[in-house]
């Protein structure tokens, strides 16, 4: 893991150029991107009408406890405009996590409705809605 630099003249972490120990070696690079695909491959899995959650999807990609790096792969899927179905990912309250305001909201929400999916209020029922990967076994909360 990469740690700040030490700040020479405070003795202190800061902006220095020295670095208490090396940053990550590039086999740290390879785990983020091996992560990124197992993640990515269970998203393209959700079927069209149904919806799952950051934490299953980390789940049954591997990753149990760790749906802020689903977040995070969805979050560069945004910015790069993928085809991979990012917007049948909803959190465990069965909201959409992106701000209300935004226009990333408004085409998540659209899409899960031209696939069936109904809103109660700003919630989708993950009974109803959710997605029940290989029969079951992964947590899905209501």
Do not use: C
């Not at 800061?14 to 590039?26: D, I, K, V």
């Amino acid at each position: 893991m990469a740690r700040r630099p030490i700040d020479p003249s405070r003795g202190r972490r800061g902006r220095g150029r020295e670095f208490e120990e090396p940053l990550a070696p590039a086999a740290d690079l390879d785990a983020a991107e091996i992560a990124r695909r197992a993640i990515l491959a269970v998203i393209e899995r959700i079927p069209a009408g149904r919806v799952s959650t950051y934490g299953q999807i980390a789940w049954i990609a591997g990753y149990p406890g760790r749906a802020r790096l689903v977040g995070r792969v969805l979050g560069g899927m945004l910015e790069a405009g993928s085809s991979t179905p990012w917007h049948r990912v909803i959190n465990a309250s069965g909201q959409i996590s992106l701000p209300t305001f935004s226009e990333a909201y408004r085409e998540q929400k659209a899409r899960l409705r031209a696939e069936g999916v109904v809103f109660e209020g700003e919630r989708v029922s993950l009974r109803r809605f959710g997605w029940n990967a290989a029969g079951g076994g992964s947590p899905l909360i209501d």
